[in-house]
């Protein structure tokens, strides 16, 4: 299954006590909780290309299954992550004390980010 695609955020729960417990400042918080991201994947193989769109803020992380590499986080900050494919339409990595996991079943993108035992949850649509 290739993830490749655009998806268009449609919904998310727990947004800003995440975030909060993350350690983002409130007006960073208010600008996020309510922008209709969009997710950009490139699947060649084994390497991907994450474009995330959210406002003004750009996020671009490129990866290999397997491989270490250096990724920004949902929070922007710099971490080192390997990213593996569990099935083959469920991508998971663990980074400092998230983990997060997105996985694609049809046209419905689910990532899914965990932090201790508060749980971020978006769900984006392919446009």
């Known amino acids: ?7 268009q955020l449609q919904r998310q729960e727990n ?14 918080i208010q600008k996020g ?21 959210s406002g003004s803020k750009v996020i671009h992380n490129d990866f290999t299954l397997g491989e270490e590499g250096e990724m920004e986080s949902i929070t922007g900050e ?9 099935g083959d339409n469920k991508l998971v990595t663990t ?4 983990k997060a996991m997105i996985e694609l079943n049809g046209d419905t993108l689910t990532s899914t980010f965990q932090m201790g035992d508060i749980t971020l949850k978006r769900i984006s649509k392919r446009v």
């Open 15 to 28: 947004f800003e006590a995440f975030m909060k417990a993350a350690g983002l400042p409130e007006d960073l």
């Open 1 to 7: 299954m290739s993830f490749t695609g655009k998806y």
């Open 78 to 86: 710099k971490v080192k992550a390997v990213v593996n494919m569990e």
């Open 33 to 53: 909780k309510d922008a209709k991201g969009m997710i950009e994947i490139v699947q060649n193989g084994k390497h991907f290309k994450f474009t995330i769109t």
């Open 95 to 98: 980074s400092k004390n998230v």
